[in-house]
């Protein structure tokens, strides 16, 4: 049973541009959450999607960051203008059911750097 | 405002001896989550263990338990007979039930064991 992907493992932007981070579940799951890792820092929550619905945005920036989870296909945390500011790892993990009965499972993380 | 500290910032072992990595968190909530996430030098997080708030029992797994001591709201994490592989940073994290599955992150343990 395949983990969490992420792609891409690294992706490098310069300062303006757009990033778009992709996350695939496990298979079976349809809860996902994204989390952002500064260096030197512990992981910290943005978002929290469930099959087309946003449930908890409440660590997402108020702008130039969005998320989606299409009935179809990946899981797509977007960046717009990018800022040094931005660069971190940005980790997705899922869920099968909700967080109460099942533990998130997390992929291997995108390092996002901006030039 | 709810959080983890993890007064460690690194720790080192001899491999085969057991180590403690301590863990407090806060929160006015009663009914939560704890865990233990290990991130090693690939990155990718991995969930070490976890434990019901509602339960007194420690968990274990392993060679891997833990502490956890509800009313000095404490959750260490001790590994028994330390192995090479287990040099990682390790992160304590916990969620409150009716939260929305956001995990909250100590900024981790940076464990290194040496042969």
């Known amino acids: 049973n395949a983990g969490v992907m992420q792609n891409p493992r690294h992706l490098v932007r310069r300062r303006g541009q757009e990033a778009r981070l992709r996350c695939s579940p496990m298979?079976?799951?349809?809860?996902v959450y994204w989390y952002r890792q500064l260096p030197e820092e512990g992981l910290k929550f943005m978002v929290y999607?469930?099959?087309?619905?946003?449930?908890?945005e409440s660590g997402m920036p108020k702008e130039r960051f969005s998320a989606e989870f299409p009935k179809e296909g990946p899981s797509i945390l977007r960046i717009q203008q990018v800022v040094r500011g931005d660069s971190a790892a940005y980790f997705c993990a899922s869920s099968r059911v909700d967080y109460v009965t099942d533990t998130q499972y997390f992929g291997p993380g995108t390092r996002l750097t901006v030039l | 405002a709810q959080t983890v500290t993890q007064s460690q910032p690194e720790m080192s072992v001899q491999e085969a001896e057991t180590v403690t990595l301590s863990c407090t968190y806060d929160t006015s909530e009663n009914n939560y989550y704890l865990f233990w996430y290990k991130q090693p030098p690939s990155r990718q997080m991995i969930l070490v263990i976890r434990q019901e708030a509602y339960k007194q029992q420690n968990a274990t797994e392993n060679r891997f338990s833990v502490n956890f001591q509800k009313a000095a709201k404490s959750f260490s994490l001790k590994i028994s007979d330390s192995q090479l592989g287990d040099t990682a940073m390790y992160f304590c994290a916990f969620m409150v039930y009716n939260q929305g599955g956001k995990l909250i992150f100590g900024q981790g343990t940076e464990l290194s064991v040496k042969p």
């Open positions: 298979k079976g799951h349809s809860h």
């Open positions: 999607l469930q099959k087309e619905n946003i449930i908890d």
